[in-house]
């Protein structure tokens, strides 16, 4: 039998320091409060009998050495193992430079989190007895040296090794990118499909046929759970975006041999600087929505004139905010023509058959 557990995921922590903050105006990342919505995290987490904590990706604001530093160094000093993989903002560029360490650097940081084999940027390890995590990389570059979201075919090949070896194990496994769709046609929309790993299907069917049911994913900076042939894309939305959540899990496995995955999901309310970070986040992130909205609205599927998207994007200013926050339902917008509406409807958390699906913060998932 599989041992009962405990364990957290925080996703796209993004830390900086204050001297390494971007000043981007229009940036939807509040990165002020990394560091101290990290530590509130951290204090909750320290209370709690915990087996292990996983952290899919993005750790840094955009792979600085001092920010790895400071993480690794902060990992260092927790009572529970801690395990990471890269994001995109950890590895942006193939060479180190002046600002971010090169994609081949990343491991040297986290031998203790992971990476006892600093050659690979993907690696397995037994967490308990019985248990074992998968941590993948889906961070490649193209031939121009342009950033994506992929597996060789190298880590694909390795993934089928482990798992062929691992018949008699709880195999979780965690990569950046989304390998389920979150979003209405994620795969192949011009704003969304970036988050979604290129051979996403390729993954699933691995993963499909070793029974492999679990994988905790970030990237996309929302509370969702999507299930793909089987498989459930567990992702967390980010440390310093609304609404600043982090989930804890329970597996419990009954003496017939079901099992069960507790989620269970919470949110920093509050730091020194910002002690009402909910609404302070919130309205940060509405202030800022209205580029995002008109390019969403000019583009497929519904390709409005710039005119007609400026014109509906003021009443859309809570749409990236609620998406986020996870179990939301979207209401009609009469005043809007109706393939608009249905649109934005489509994006709530409903089922195939169009009835509420609350599912994307507490539940539990029977395996």
């Given amino acids: 039998m599989t041992p009962n557990f405990r364990f ?13 903050i971007w000043n981007h105006p229009s940036r939807f990342h509040l990165v002020e409060v990394s ?41 260092a000093k927790l009572p529970f193992p801690t395990y990471v993989i890269p994001g995109n903002h950890d590895v942006p560029v193939i060479a180190g430079d002046s600002q971010s360490i090169g994609f081949q650097d990343f491991p ?15 690696y397995t390890c037994e967490l308990l007895p019985g248990v074992r995590l998968v941590a993948l990389n889906s961070n490649s570059f193209d031939a121009e040296g342009k950033q994506i979201g992929r597996l060789d075919e190298e880590q694909l090949q390795w993934l089928e090794i482990i798992l062929e070896s691992a018949t008699d194990e709880l195999v979780l496994a965690t990569i ?20 979604m790993l290129e051979n996403a299907s390729t993954l699933i069917e691995i993963l499909q046929r070793f029974g492999v049911k679990l994988v905790f994913t970030g ?18 939305g980010s440390l310093v975006s609304y609404p600043h959540p982090y989930r804890i899990f329970e597996y419990h496995q009954n003496k017939y041999g079901n099992s069960r995955l507790q989620v269970l999901s919470y949110r920093v309310e509050s730091v020194s600087e910002y002690p009402s970070l909910q609404t302070y986040s919130r309205q940060w992130m509405r202030d800022r929505s209205f580029p995002f909205l008109v390019k969403l609205l000019t583009l497929p599927p519904l390709n409005l004139s710039i005119a ?16 986020a926050d996870g179990d939301t339902l979207f209401d009609h917008h009469p005043h809007f023509p109706a393939e608009v509406s249905r649109y934005f409807q489509a994006y709530g958390a409903i089922s195939s058959s169009g ?13």
């Fill in 176 to 195: 950046h990118h989304n390998v389920a769709e979150h979003l209405p046609n994620q795969s192949h929309h011009p704003m969304a499909s970036r988050y």
């Fill in 108 to 122: 040297q940081y986290y031998r203790k989190f992971g990476y006892e084999n600093t050659e690979k940027l993907y």
């Fill in 308 to 323: 007609k998207a400026e014109e509906l994007a003021p009443n859309l200013r809570d749409f990236w905010a609620n998406i």
């Fill in 35 to 75: 560091i101290p919505a990290f530590e509130s995290v951290l204090e909750h987490l320290t209370q709690l009998d915990l087996d292990f904590l996983l952290l899919p990706g993005d750790l840094t604001q955009h792979g600085e050495p001092e920010n790895h530093t400071w993480l690794q160094q902060r990992l």
């Fill in 219 to 236: 990237h996309l900076h929302i509370q969702d759970i999507a299930n793909n042939h089987g498989v459930y894309d567990i992702t967390t």
């Fill in 355 to 367: 009835s509420p699906a609350l599912v994307d913060n507490n539940i539990s998932l029977f395996l």
């Fill in 8 to 20: 957290a995921v925080v996703s796209d922590l993004h830390i900086a320091l204050p001297h390494t």
